[in-house]
């Protein structure tokens, strides 16, 4: 199996499994706005593990954070950049672990 | 609600914040347990392993009641290069005992018990709440917390924070510096389900005894990490985490990461026929002592992930949680029982006690691994490689001599690695490990 298989699009098969409460309306992640990404937030698209962040048409990246599971990795890499606003759900929002 | 006011809030239904709670309510104190998942357990990832010591000295007769997977009887460590493992493997009868030292769990159904025993000993326990900031009077004392609830205002003489690893609460309001990406692990696991008779076949057990394998080398790409798998009743946990510094450096994706860790020779056969019902991430706090921020303060302490409270080397953290949760909830009953204020002075008893345990003990040991770690990525790459190697060239029968083979396999170290770079890591790690 190459690496582009394994990058590829298996993510939303993961996450089909998952179980979320979505906060619709209510996105718990926000992306400052911006012409040209900066090479953090190019990284994210990579680095999360929900694949939550892609590259939109216009070459921006945009956060759809439905998938989300709350690790923190994102907000960990942009705390000194400050280009994401991150809070946590609503209480009783967001993922669900069945497991754990 | 509005009014009430508490001996003790805890932030947090894991396993420290339900050591910490079950601590103080089992001691006749007013508790107040604040919850952000749905139900206790719903927010909270671990591989998982239960270590028996730290829970029997929460709740004794734990073994009557909490939902446990296996018994470990087997410890696998694998060094892995591409198409083969190295294993160091010790199995043992005396691990069939009549109180097993350490159970596989899994966490949302574990936590749930935990949290219904905390529910027992009289804690109030709040889901679906999440706190969002801390409140303090005009001496800078904490004391008490605001949530997204209406009216969300509580107050307490004490806050103990068992928010785990991203703890936004203590982060925002200065109690903890941010979280560096190279003192934290992202990792991913999945939840593999297959017939119970097919685990203890593949694994050669019986009852309810279990296997856990702890995996390194080139699985991780380079990067410091590592993989595990675990056997549940009838299920497998199998993952793998790497510092968020090298995942940012690679561009590695961590599903791909586990998806390439499945497929491994050595990993396939086990998992073959599963059903995947659940994909879950979290982070590790792997930087040891010295990431380690400040652990209490005017009417707060932290307690678990949160505090950095991971011992990285043994792959130990919930007994750490549980441990720091417990001593926490001991030093507020002793602070309470003797009339004393919650403040810094008196909480720092939390902070001495817990010098005087394992759990500070260990983290200091340990304290120059991670940086060691990061300074030798050969000792997870190169040296996997080259063990792998050197196995097969002394296991393969192909008609060349003993003697030129063991001049191969010296030579290869050598080549790799050179006499002083060899030493240099010998030195390195004793130095580290000491």
């Known amino acids: 199996m190459g690496t582009e298989a394994a990058n590829g699009g298996k993510i939303e098969e993961k996450l089909f499994q998952n179980r979320y409460q979505v906060d619709s309306g209510r996105p718990h992640v926000k992306i400052r706005e911006h012409d040209k990404p900066s090479e953090t937030l190019m990284k994210l698209t990579n680095i999360c593990p929900a694949g939550c962040y892609t590259v939109d048409d216009k070459g921006r990246v945009e956060v759809v954070p439905d998938g989300c599971m709350e690790c923190g990795t994102c907000r960990i890499l942009t705390a000194e950049s400050g280009e994401l606003e991150w809070n946590y759900p609503r209480g009783g929002y967001g993922v669900l672990f069945k497991f754990g | ?434």
């Open chain 2, 1 to 434: 609600m509005k009014e009430e006011r508490f001996d003790a809030i805890v932030v947090g239904a894991g396993p420290s914040g339900n050591a910490a709670a079950y601590t103080m309510a089992k001691s006749g104190l007013k508790v107040l347990q604040l919850e952000r998942g749905e139900y206790p357990g719903s927010k909270n990832v671990q591989g998982a392993i239960l270590y028996s010591d730290a829970l029997e000295k929460i709740i004794p007769d734990f073994r009557e009641d909490a939902p446990l997977e296996r018994h470990v009887v087997e410890q696998r460590i694998w060094m892995m290069d591409d198409t083969s493992h190295t294993g160091m493997h010790y199995r043992s009868e005396d691990f069939n005992e009549e109180k097993p030292n350490r159970y596989t769990i899994i966490r949302a159904q574990f936590d749930k018990w935990f949290s219904r025993r905390v529910r027992e000993a009289g804690a109030i326990v709040l889901c679906e709440t999440t706190v969002t900031e801390l409140i303090r009077d005009t001496k800078g004392r904490v004391i008490g917390v605001r949530t997204d609830r209406e009216g969300g205002v509580l107050l307490a003489d004490v806050v103990v924070l068992g928010e785990g690893v991203n703890g936004l609460v203590g982060q925002r309001a200065g109690l903890r510096e941010e979280l560096k990406p190279k003192n934290v692990a992202l990792a991913v696991k999945e939840m593999h389900f297959l017939p119970q008779e097919t685990i203890e076949q593949r694994f050669g057990l019986k009852g309810d005894e279990g296997v856990v394998i702890e995996a390194m080398g080139t699985i991780t790409k380079g990067m410091t990490g590592t993989g595990f798998l675990y056997t549940n009743r009838e299920s497998i946990s199998v993952g793998i985490g790497c510092l968020v510094e090298d995942f940012a450096n690679s561009g590695v994706t961590p599903y791909g990461l586990l998806d390439t860790f499945k497929h491994h020779p050595s990993i396939r056969p086990l998992l073959a026929g599963a059903e995947v019902k659940e994909y879950a991430a979290h982070l590790i706090p792997e930087g040891g002592f010295r990431a380690m921020p400040e652990i209490f303060g005017e009417g707060w302490v932290t307690v678990g992930d949160a505090a950095h409270l991971v011992n990285a080397v043994h792959r130990e953290g919930s007994n750490l949680a549980m441990t720091s949760g417990r001593i926490a909830g001991e030093t507020i009953v002793y602070l309470k029982r003797r009339r004393e204020p919650c403040t810094a002075e008196y909480l720092k008893e939390y902070r001495k006690r817990l010098e005087d345990s394992f759990v500070l003990k260990d983290m200091r040991k340990y304290k120059d691994i991670p940086d060691l770690l990061h300074g030798s990525r050969q000792l997870l790459d190169l040296y996997p490689r080259m063990m792998s190697k050197a196995a097969q060239v002394w296991f393969r029968v192909d008609g060349k001599d003993k003697r030129a083979k063991e001049k191969e396999i010296i030579g290869s170290l050598r080549r790799q690695r050179g006499i002083a770079g060899l030493v240099g890591d010998v030195v390195r790690v004793a130095r580290a490990w000491r």
